[in-house]
Structure formats: C-alpha cells, structure tokens
C-alpha cells in the first residue's frame, strides 16, 4: 500500500484527482468504481473540470456505482444515485450504456445483486476503485464482522453506517444497503482510498498497523498490490505519522 499524507483536503482531492486523469488518460474506457460520501467530492470536482477543458477525456468512461442506500427512492434527498447524478454522470455526460447501478428499491434486493454481479462478469473488472474510509473501518457497505461477503450482496448496515450524514434527515433512517463485495473490490486493478474527516482516528491507526481482519474491512486492501491511500490531516489528528 501507498501511504501519502495530504496537509489538507484541497492537496488530496488534487492528488486522487491527477491520478485518475492519468489512469483515463492511459485507458479511455476505463471502468470506475465510484464511492459517496464527503471524502471523493473534491476529486470528482477535479475530474469534472478536466473533462471540461479536455472534452474527449471521458468520452468514453464507464462507471460503476460501489453501494446504494435501500429503499430511498433514486432522486430523493441522500441517495447515492442523486449524488452521482449531480456530482459525476450528468457532468461528464455518462451515457446509460456506461453506467452500471444498484437500484435503491428493487423488488428483489437479492435479484438486483445478482444482476449486478453479472453486469460486472461481462463488462469487468474494475480498472479503479475508488473509496472512502468509514469510521469504524468500512469500505462501502461491507461492515465490520466476524466474516465477510466475497460479491455484491445485501448488507445489514451497522449504526455508524446509519449515522451517516446522507441519510441523518431521513425517516426512518435505512436499516440495509447494496454493495459489491469484498472480492469484486479486490479484483480492481487499481484502488485509491481517500481518507479524509474527523473522527477517524481509530480506524486509520488500524489501518496502518497493516494487520489484516474482517473487524476492520478497509484492512483487506493490504492483500492488493497497487493500493494508493491519501489520508488528509484531519484523519490522522491524535496519531503520531
């Protein structure tokens, strides 16, 4: 693993930012994995004016989206398709046929998972992953547990999950999420793991203690060999680095 300290938020967005330029600067069709949450927002507003000033830079991306809130209707308030929509698809311009997505209600969230998991068995793998660091240790919605789920599946989401500031309005908060596996991450040939926000602390000291376990899953990415993990200020406040 890579391990970069940004002295803020401004230097990591730019540094993720500048990589994934150069990743789809190197591979037009790239597929990407794209996370939510606060951590990736700068690096999307990166990505988003490097396509507006090289038109033909994502012309050609695909995108993938890593996790869903369950039962959130899709335009509403906090899901993670309104946060991709407005923040990266409808910037670039990515067109359906590049765009594989959980939906946020299916009928069958055990069907919508499979059908997820074969979109990825033809259009994959993953060429970049991008995610962010929960603060009990997360990525996506694979939650710290005695075990942990290889494929897409339907997570039961912890409460550090369901405090999350996306869905802190909602009521009732969601109880579950969709999200790829622990396996379909690790497949990716390139992940970046954007480690920014108060409160993390703990889970960036297990990290870096690079011992791997499935109560802390983001330490599973130490079982990769081309992992980039930018850690901002604010996360390491209280650790000596």
């Given at each position: 693993?890579?391990?970069?300290?940004?002295?803020?938020?401004?230097?990591?967005?730019?540094?993720?930012?500048?990589?994934?330029?150069?990743?789809?600067?190197?591979?037009?069709?790239?597929?990407?994995?794209?996370?939510?949450?606060?951590?990736?927002?700068?690096?999307?507003?990166?990505?988003?004016?490097?396509?507006?000033?090289?038109?033909?830079?994502?012309?050609?991306?695909?995108?993938?989206?890593l996790d869903e809130w369950v039962g959130i209707p899709e335009n509403?308030?906090?899901?993670?398709?309104?946060?991709?929509?407005?923040?990266?698809?409808?910037?670039?311009?990515?067109?359906?046929?590049?765009?594989?997505?959980f939906a946020s209600m299916p009928l069958d969230p055990s069907e919508e998972c499979r059908r997820i998991r074969s979109e990825l068995e033809r259009h994959g793998p993953i060429d970049l992953c991008i995610l962010g660091l929960g603060a009990n240790g997360h990525i996506g919605f694979n939650e710290p547990g005695p075990s942990l789920m290889p494929q897409c599946h339907v997570a039961r989401l912890s409460e550090e999950s369901r405090r999350h500031a996306m869905v802190q309005s909602l009521h009732p908060v969601p109880h579950f999420g969709l999200t790829l596996g622990m396996q379909e991450i690790l497949a990716a040939r390139r992940i970046v793991l954007l480690v920014a926000g108060d409160g993390k602390d703990q889970a960036v000291a297990g990290l870096l203690a690079g011992e791997v376990s499935t109560t802390l899953p983001a330490s599973l990415l130490w079982l990769h060999q081309n992992v980039d993990c930018l850690i901002g200020q604010n996360a390491t406040r209280g650790l000596a680095v």
């Open positions: 693993m890579n391990v970069r300290y940004c002295e803020d938020y401004d230097s990591l967005s730019t540094q993720a930012g500048s990589l994934v330029v150069a990743e789809i600067t190197k591979k037009k069709n790239l597929l990407l994995c794209a996370a939510t949450g606060n951590s990736p927002i700068g690096l999307y507003q990166h990505l988003v004016r490097a396509s507006a000033a090289d038109t033909s830079l994502c012309a050609a991306l695909r995108i993938i989206k509403g308030p906090g899901s993670c398709e309104r946060y991709l929509r407005t923040r990266l698809l409808d910037p670039l311009g990515i067109a359906s046929e590049r765009y594989i997505a």
